[in-house]
C-alpha cells in the first residue's frame, strides 16, 4: 500500500507545476553560481602561482640564515567551490618569524581583486542548495495532508485498510522521490562543470567527499519535507499551511542565521587586534631597549669605539647580512646574534599568550555563533558541510597550528647546529678573508661581490595535511547527528499529530 | 464603497493567522537587532575612539620634525556611522581605510581588526536588512492569493456581484497590504528607537529622524512594489499554489538570483587588469627607474645640503609618481566596474531600495568615493601648507623627497597648524536631489506593474 502511496503521489508530483518551477530555477541558479565560484577559484589558484613562485625565489636568493623566512603558500581548497567557509575571510601566506608565532595568514587570495565587488554577495553551490532545496521541500510538502482533506479523499483513503503511519510514510516518501531528481540534477550540473574545468582537479577522496555532501542534502531535504509535513497535519487548510510553511522557511534560512550571527557578535566581546598588536609592540620596545644595552656591552667586551661595515643590509625579523666589514665588526656581530637570537624567541614566546587570548576571544564568539546555529536546519547543514570541504573554522585553526608546529621545527634545526653562533647567519663571507680594522680603514678590503646562495636541501619543509576524510566526518559528525535527530523529532511530532487529525 | 472595501480588507488581514504570526516574527527581528546593535555599535565607537587617540598621539610625535610629518604614511578610517541601525550600507564589505601622505593618497584598503574571519561574513540585521528581505517577504505572502486564493473560496464572484468595479476591488486590497505591511514595518522601527533611546548610547537627533523619515518613505515604495508583484502573480493564476510559486520566483530573482550573479556580469562584462599585474609594472617602473637613475641617486648623508641630495629627491619623486600612476588608474578602474555592474542590478527593486538608502544616509560607496575625492583635494592642501612651512626655513634646500627627510625641513611644527582632514557629511539637499532618478525608477515600476495587474484582472475569470 505505501508503495502505492509513493508511485502515485512522485507521478503527480513531477509532471506538477511546482517540479517545472523547481527544476527552471535550478537551470538558473546552479550555472551561474558555479561559474561565479569556479571562476574564484581560479583566480585563486592564479595567486598561489605568483605567489609561490616569488616565494621560491626569494629562497633561492638567501646567502644567511637571517634572512631564512620561508613564506608557507596555502594550496586553494577545490572543494572551496561548492561551499567557501571562512577560507573566503583568510588570507593564503604564512611567513615564519622567530620574533613571533604565526597567528593569521595575510595575502590577497581571499579577496577579489576589486575589494568593492565584495559587496555584491555571490552564493557558493552548498548556500544556493540550502535556499532551494528547503523551499521546495516545504512547498511540496505543505499540502501533503491539507489537500487530501480539503479534496475529500483522506477519508477515502482511511475507509480501506490503510493505516495512518503507512499512509504517512508513503507521503513523505514520495515527495522526497520527488526532489530527489532536483538534488541529483544540481549536483550532476555542478560537476559537470568543475569535470569540464580543466584547472580544477579533484582527487578520488574529494569525489567521495561530494558523494557524502550528496547524503548530507538528502537528509537536509529530509528535514525541512517533515516539517512541512507537521505543519499540513497540524492546520486544517492548505492556505495557513503555506503561510505558515513559509515562515518558517525566511526564519530558519534567512532570519535566524543572520540573527544568530549578529547576536554572538554583540554576546561575546573580542578585543580590537589594534590593542594586541600595541601590546606586542611594546614588548618589542622592550626587547629592543634590551639589544640597545647589550650592543654597547658587546662593543665594550670588544674594545670597540665604533662600528663600520662595508656591504650591510638589513629587514624584518632580525634580518642582517654584511660583508667586507673588519672582522672586529663580524666578531661583533656573531657575539650579538649568540645573544640575541635565544632572546628574541624566549619574548615570541611572551608574545604568544597575548595573541592566544585573543584567538581564544574570536573562538569563543565563533562557538557562539556555532551554539546559535543549532536552531536552523540550515546552519546545521552548512556547519557539517564547511568540515567535509575543508573550510571549516577547525580545518583553519588545525593549519595553522601547523604552522606553528613548522616554526618550531625550524627554530629547532637552527638551534640543534649552532647557527646563531656561526658567521654564516648574517655574513656570506668566508671568516677566513675578513679583513683586520686597520686594514678596513686602509681600504684594503678586496672582497668579492658575489656569493653563493645557501644550500637549503636540509632545511625543514613544510607539508601541509589536509584534514583525511575520517576526521572530516568525525567533525561533521554533531551536525549530521542533529540533521537526525531532528528528523527523528519531526516524524514522531507529525506521527501524533495525525493521529489526532479529524478526518471530517 | 472603496472604504467599506479598504476597511473590511484591513480587518481581514489583522485578524488572519498570518498577519498574526508574522508581527511577532518582525518584533523579534527587530528586537534582536536593535538589541545587538547597541551593544555592536558602542564597541566599535569605543575602539574607534582608542584607535583616534593613538592616531593623534603618532601625529605629535611625527610634528617634531616637519619632514616626518609630511612623508610619513598616515591612515584614515571611516568612523562608524550611528545611523547604520537603518542600513550598514555594506560598508563592512567596502574598504575603509585610506592610505596617505602630503605627497599622495596612496591607496584604500579594507581594515579587518575588528573583524572575527571565524564568523561567517553576514549582513547586519539592519531596519534595511529586515525590509528587503523579510517585509518584502511578507508582502508577497500577503499578496499571492488576494485574487487567486478569492477565487478558490469562490467570494470573488459574490463581491463582484456588487455594484463595484474590479479597479476598485483591486486597488482596495493592494492599498490595504500595504498599509498593514507599511504599519508592521513603523511599528518596529518605532520600538527599535525606543529601545535606543532607553539605552542613551544611540544619539537620537533631528538628522537620525529626518533619515528615519526618509527610509520610511524608501520602504513604502519598495512594499508598494513588492505587492504589486504579488497582486500580478495572484491575477496571473486561477490557483493559489500556482501564484505563491511565481511570487517566489519573482522573490527569489530579485533578492538572490540577481545580485548573486553581479559578480560574474563584473568578470565577463567590465573585466579590469589582476592586482598582481599591476604590481608587476610598478615594480618593473620601479626597475626601470633606478637602473636609469644617475649614479649617486642612493647617496645620502648628515647635510640637507649635500648635492646628491638632490638627485635623491628627484628619483623618489619618479618612484612615487610611477606607483601612483599605475595604482590611481587601477583604483578608477575598480570604481568603473563597480558602478558599471551596479548599473546592472538595478533591475533588482531590492538594489534600488540598497542605493535609495546609500543616498538617504550618505554610506557605502558613496561615502566612500567622496572621502577618496575629498582626500586627494586635502593631499593638496596639505602639501602646500609643508612647502610654505618649508620655504620659510633657511636650514632646508627644499628638494622635495616624497619618501625620506634629507632634504626638507627638520623643524619641528605645531599640531594645531597641520591641516587636518575632516569627513564631510553630505547635505540632504544632495541627498534628495540623487534620490529622484531611483524613486522614478521604483514608481515607474509600480505603475506598469499596477496596470499590468489591472488589465489582467479586468479579463480574470471568476467563475
Known amino acids: 500500500m505505501i508503495w502505492h502511496i509513493v508511485k502515485k503521489d512522485f507521478l503527480l508530483n513531477i509532471f506538477s507545476a511546482r517540479f517545472i518551477i523547481g527544476v527552471l530555477l535550478c537551470i538558473i541558479l546552479i550555472p551561474f553560481t558555479i561559474s561565479v565560484s569556479i571562476d574564484e577559484y581560479k583566480n585563486q589558484l592564479r595567486i598561489y602561482a605568483v605567489d609561490k613562485e616569488n616565494s621560491e625565489k626569494e629562497l633561492k636568493q638567501i646567502k644567511v640564515y637571517s634572512g631564512l623566512k620561508p613564506e608557507l603558500i596555502k594550496y586553494p581548497e577545490p572543494l572551496g567551490i561548492l561551499y567557501k567557509g571562512i577560507n573566503q575571510n583568510v588570507g593564503n601566506k604564512v611567513k615564519i618569524y622567530l620574533q613571533e608565532y604565526p597567528l593569521f595568514p595575510t595575502g590577497h587570495a581571499s579577496t577579489r581583486d576589486n575589494p568593492l565587488l565584495n559587496a555584491f554577495f555571490s552564493l557558493d553551490f552548498i548556500t544556493v542548495l540550502s535556499l532551494v532545496l528547503s523551499l521546495l521541500a516545504l512547498v511540496f510538502s505543505y499540502d501533503l495532508i491539507t489537500r487530501e482533506h480539503e479534496e475529500g479523499t483522506l477519508r477515502l483513503i482511511f475507509s480501506n485498510y490503510t493505516g495512518r503511519i503507512p499512509f504517512l510514510i508513503g507521503k513523505i516518501t514520495g515527495v522526497l522521490l520527488s526532489l530527489l531528481p532536483i538534488l541529483f540534477f544540481c549536483f550532476l550540473l555542478s560537476t559537470l562543470f568543475i569535470v569540464l574545468s580543466p584547472d580544477i582537479k579533484l582527487q578520488i577522496s574529494d569525489w567521495i567527499r561530494v558523494a557524502i555532501l550528496f547524503i548530507f542534502s538528502i537528509l537536509y531535504i529530509l528535514v525541512f519535507i517533515l516539517m512541512g509535513t507537521i505543519i499540513s497535519a497540524f492546520v486544517k487548510s492548505s492556505s495557513t499551511a503555506i503561510v505558515l510553511s513559509m515562515l518558517c522557511w525566511i526564519w530558519f534560512v534567512f532570519l535566524w542565521p543572520v540573527s544568530g550571527s549578529y547576536l554572538s557578535k554583540s554576546i561575546v566581546k573580542t578585543d580590537l587586534y589594534d590593542n594586541v598588536r600595541n601590546s606586542l609592540d611594546d614588548l618589542d620596545k622592550e626587547y629592543g631597549k634590551l639589544e640597545g644595552e647589550q650592543w654597547g656591552a658587546i662593543q665594550k667586551r670588544l674594545n670597540m669605539r665604533g662600528t663600520n661595515w662595508w656591504n650591510a643590509s638589513g629587514g624584518e625579523d632580525g634580518y642582517f647580512e654584511t660583508y667586507g666589514s673588519p672582522s672586529e665588526t663580524m666578531e661583533f656581530h656573531r657575539q650579538l646574534n649568540t645573544w640575541k637570537e635565544p632572546i628574541r624567541l624566549s619574548y615570541a614566546d611572551r608574545k604568544w599568550p597575548v595573541q592566544k587570548a585573543y584567538l581564544d576571544g574570536l573562538i569563543r564568539q565563533q562557538k557562539m555563533e556555532k551554539n546559535l546555529s543549532w536552531f536552523s536546519p540550515s546552519e546545521i547543514l552548512v556547519q557539517a558541510v564547511s568540515c567535509l570541504c575543508r573550510s571549516s573554522e577547525k580545518d583553519f585553526l588545525r593549519y595553522m597550528d601547523e604552522t606553528r608546529q613548522y616554526r618550531e621545527t625550524l627554530v629547532t634545526y637552527l638551534k640543534d647546529r649552532n647557527l646563531f653562533e656561526k658567521y654564516i647567519y648574517f655574513t656570506p663571507q668566508d671568516p677566513a678573508t675578513f679583513v683586520s680594522t686597520a686594514d678596513f680603514i686602509k681600504g684594503n678590503n678586496n672582497v668579492p661581490d658575489h656569493f653563493n646562495t645557501l644550500d637549503l636541501k636540509e632545511v625543514p619543509t613544510f607539508i601541509d595535511i589536509p584534514a583525511a576524510i575520517d576526521t572530516s566526518l568525525k567533525d561533521s559528525f554533531t551536525g549530521i547527528a542533529a540533521l537526525i535527530l531532528i528528523s527523528i523529532i519531526l516524524f514522531s511530532g507529525s506521527i501524533i499529530v495525525f493521529n489526532r487529525y479529524q478526518l471530517r | ?463
Open chain 2, 1 to 463: 464603497m472603496f472604504s467599506t472595501l479598504f476597511i473590511k480588507e484591513i480587518q481581514q488581514l489583522l485578524y488572519s493567522f498570518r498577519f498574526q504570526l508574522s508581527l511577532i516574527i518582525v518584533l523579534l527581528v527587530f528586537t534582536i537587532g536593535t538589541i545587538a546593535f547597541i551593544r555592536l555599535y558602542s564597541e566599535e565607537k569605543a575602539n574607534y575612539f582608542v584607535y583616534h587617540k593613538e592616531q593623534l598621539k603618532n601625529l605629535e610625535e611625527q610634528a617634531k620634525n616637519a619632514s616626518h610629518l609630511a612623508t610619513l604614511r598616515k591612515n584614515y578610517v571611516l568612523e562608524p556611522r550611528s545611523n547604520s541601525i537603518i542600513s550598514d550600507c555594506k560598508e563592512k564589505m567596502f574598504p575603509n581605510q585610506f592610505i596617505y601622505s602630503a605627497y599622495n593618497v596612496f591607496n584604500l584598503e579594507v581594515r579587518h581588526d575588528n573583524v572575527n574571519p571565524l564568523l561567517k561574513p553576514v549582513q547586519n540585521l539592519s531596519w534595511s536588512f529586515i525590509v528587503s528581505v523579510c517585509m518584502s517577504f511578507l508582502a508577497l505572502l500577503f499578496a499571492f492569493d488576494t485574487i487567486s486564493g478569492e477565487k478558490e473560496d469562490h467570494t470573488l464572484a459574490l463581491t463582484l456581484s456588487n455594484q463595484i468595479s474590479r479597479g476598485k476591488i483591486l486597488w482596495a486590497k493592494y492599498a490595504s497590504i500595504l498599509s498593514v505591511i507599511t504599519a508592521t514595518t513603523v511599528l518596529g522601527i518605532l520600538i527599535s528607537i525606543l529601545i535606543m533611546s532607553i539605552s542613551g548610547k544611540i544619539l537620537i537627533n533631528t538628522d537620525f529622524l529626518i533619515e528615519t523619515g526618509g527610509f520610511i518613505t524608501i520602504t513604502f515604495l519598495l512594499i508598494a512594489l513588492v505587492t504589486v508583484f504579488g497582486l500580478l502573480s495572484s491575477v496571473f493564476s486561477r490557483n493559489s499554489s500556482v501564484s505563491l510559486l511565481i511570487s517566489l520566483c519573482f522573490w527569489l530573482f530579485f533578492a538572490i538570483i540577481i545580485p548573486n550573479t553581479s559578480v560574474y556580469w563584473a568578470n565577463k562584462l567590465f573585466p579590469i587588469e589582476h592586482r598582481n599585474e599591476v604590481e608587476a609594472k610598478i615594480a618593473q617602473g620601479y626597475e626601470d627607474l633606478c637602473n636609469n637613475a644617475p649614479p649617486g641617486s642612493w647617496s645620502s648623508s648628515g647635510d640637507p645640503f649635500y648635492d646628491r641630495h638632490k638627485l635623491r629627491a628627484d628619483l623618489q619623486m619618479k618612484l612615487m609618481d610611477n606607483e601612483k600612476k599605475f595604482n590611481l588608474s587601477y583604483i578608477n578602474d575598480m570604481f568603473h566596474q563597480f558602478e558599471e555592474t551596479r548599473s546592472i542590478t538595478l533591475l533588482s527593486p531590492i538594489a534600488q531600495f540598497d542605493n535609495l538608502n546609500e543616498v538617504n544616509l550618505g554610506g557605502g560607496y558613496r561615502r566612500l568615493k567622496e572621502n577618496w575625492n575629498d582626500l586627494q583635494n586635502y593631499q593638496i592642501q596639505f602639501l602646500e601648507w609643508f612647502k610654505a612651512f618649508d620655504a620659510k626655513d633657511p636650514k632646508s634646500p627644499h628638494w622635495y623627497n616624497p619618501n625620506e627627510s634629507y632634504s626638507t625641513s627638520w623643524k619641528s611644527v605645531s599640531i594645531s597648524e597641520v591641516p587636518v582632514y575632516t569627513e564631510k557629511i553630505i547635505p540632504f539637499s544632495s541627498r534628495i536631489l540623487q534620490s529622484g532618478k531611483y524613486i522614478a525608477l521604483l514608481l515607474a515600476y509600480t505603475a506598469i506593474l499596477f496596470f499590468i495587474s489591472f488589465v489582467l484582472f479586468v479579463k480574470y475569470d471568476v467563475r
